[in-house]
């Protein structure tokens, strides 16, 4: 049985993390270079870099990150945000990272998910979908939740893995930033419906929260930012949990 996995996720922004972070033994808790290497040497199986800003500065100050990160970090790592062409995605993966996410470009664009897996092939192509339950239908929205659409998740998810990603990273917008769980039942649904990795997202708040994701979510994967950066929960310490569990992990 394959290894379920642990992603802490890292916001940056003009390459800094932001979101909080409450490392008091790092020297520099905003620099994510030193908070990757972190990560890695506490038992993360995997890193995602989400770039926020907004600046026509984002390729290169992404692609500066992306090197420093790969210098010091031995996990896998997947980089997102306004990622739009096959030359954003030659240059980061050129610079060390190991895979991709794309979003709202990909909706947009849809052709776009077929000619970065074609080139790239599928492993490094992560397409992340954000999603909010609105009168009991899942409903994409772009731009990090702030666009809605008229795009069903199960569709566009059953589309995606069509035209060639590796894995879907969903986040459920309605279960974002609450700490009250992840959105275990359209987890499972996505897990039923499709044979690509799917990455749990939003919710996240306490151990049982994991185990609910792998078990009754069917996730390949779990990600969470807050919870992380703040130390409510220790990487190796969960792990340990899900061990205890039945939840096949790497210690």
Not at 127 to 147: C, F, P, R
Request: proline share 3%; aromatic share 6%; glycine share 8%.
């Amino acid at each position: 049985m394959l290894t379920k996995r642990i992603i802490p996720c890292l916001d940056i922004k003009n390459g800094r993390t932001v979101k909080g972070v409450n490392f008091v033994d790092l020297r520099d808790a905003g620099d994510p270079v030193e908070l990757a290497a972190k990560y890695a040497r506490s038992g993360a199986d995997e890193l995602v870099f989400l770039d926020i800003s907004a600046t026509e500065e984002r390729r290169k100050t992404l692609a500066d990150l992306v090197l420093r990160v790969a210098e010091k970090v031995n996990i896998p790592f997947t980089v997102g945000g306004g990622i739009s062409s096959i030359e954003d995605v030659d240059i980061l993966l050129q610079n060390g990272a190991d895979k991709v996410s794309v979003n709202s470009s990909a909706v947009k664009n849809p052709q776009l998910i077929n000619e970065l897996t074609q080139k790239f092939g599928s492993q490094c192509i992560t397409v992340a979908i954000d999603a909010k339950q609105v009168n009991g239908k899942w409903l994409v929205h772009l731009v990090g939740g702030k666009i809605p659409t008229k795009l069903d998740l199960f569709e566009w998810a059953k589309e995606v893995e069509e035209r060639g990603a590796g894995e879907i990273l969903f986040t459920s917008m309605n279960n974002d930033g609450t700490k009250d769980g992840f959105a275990n039942l359209a987890l499972a649904k996505l897990s039923e419906e499709l044979n690509i990795p799917i990455i749990a997202s939003g919710g996240a708040g306490n151990v049982q929260h994991f185990v609910d994701a792998f078990t009754e979510g069917k996730a390949d994967a779990a990600l969470a930012a807050s919870i992380f950066h703040f130390k409510e929960i220790e990487i190796p310490d969960l792990k340990v949990e899900l061990k205890k569990q039945g939840i096949p992990v790497r210690l």
